[in-house]
T-cell receptor, first 112, second 111 residues
Framework: EAEVAQSPRYKITEKSQAVAFWCDPISGHATLYWYRQILGQGPELLVQFQDESVVDDSQLPKDRFSAERLKGVDSTLKIQPAELGDSAMYLC??????????FGPGTRLLVL | QKEVEQNSGPLSVPEGAIASLNCTYSDRGSQSFFWYRQYSGKSPELIMFIYSNGDKEDGRFTAQLNKASQYVSLLIRDSQPSDSATYLCAVLGTGGFKTIFGAGTRLFVKA
């Protein structure tokens, strides 16, 4: 069964350092999402790609966060510099259109 | 008013009982509605989706949609301890472009 892959699964970093997360969606899924989920809350959309184009990044803190999906397949989310408040689970999901989303295992980030 | 609202719980039910989880949404033009289950420390997984008013059944799960009341619910029959998780309601809004997640309801099924 096809799955969304993410790496790393866990990341511990110090504030002001740079971190990067990678996501490989299910093959053929044109839509890719990056979410941030704080404990006890629902996933918050950071950025949504349709193929290689960003279609929604309204909640992405652009002063420190960046995301790319250069060839319309895998994607990287970067934080520079990391802040204490960035500690959260970062989830990647993909879908054929705008319907059912399939989530990867997530990356748990701890900023010290 | 939040776009998608859920009671955070926890909702506690005995094993074998029916668990009823509720969700309201603000975008009257919303098109599709999804229920995801999320175990502690894991990522969300789809349980079921519903597009049309009425009920949709899948095994022990039934989703109910009332677009006039902007209300969607999930019933879990014969609840099992393994159903203990957070249940996320997700709504695909007007235009079929953006999905908004609720904060989730924590469910505990007591053995």
């Amino acid at each position: 069964e096809a799955e969304v892959a993410q790496s790393p699964r866990y990341k511990i970093t110090e504030k002001s350092q740079a971190v990067a997360f990678w996501c490989d969606p299910i093959s053929g899924h044109a839509t890719l999402y990056w979410y941030r989920q704080i404990l006890g809350q629902g996933p918050e959309l950071l950025v949504q790609f349709q193929d290689e184009s960003v279609v929604d990044d309204s909640q992405l803190p652009k002063d420190r966060f960046s995301a790319e999906r250069l060839k319309g397949v895998d994607s990287t989310l970067k934080i520079q510099p990391a802040e204490l408040g960035d500690s959260a689970m970062y989830l990647c999901a993909s879908s054929l259109g705008a319907g059912t989303q399939y989530f990867g295992p997530g990356t748990r980030l701890l900023v010290l | 008013q939040k776009e998608v609202e859920q009671n955070s719980g926890p909702l506690s039910v005995p094993e074998g009982a029916i668990a009823s989880l509720n969700c309201t949404y603000s975008d009257r033009g919303s098109q599709s509605f999804f229920w995801y289950r999320q175990y502690s420390g894991k990522s969300p997984e789809l349980i079921m989706f519903i597009y049309s008013n009425g009920d949709k059944e899948d095994g022990r799960f039934t989703a109910q949609l009332n677009k006039a009341s902007q209300y969607v619910s999930l019933l879990i029959r014969d609840s099992q301890p393994s159903d203990s998780a957070t249940y996320l309601c997700a709504v695909l809004g007007t235009g079929g472009f953006k999905t908004i997640f609720g904060a989730g309801t924590r469910l505990f099924v007591k053995a």
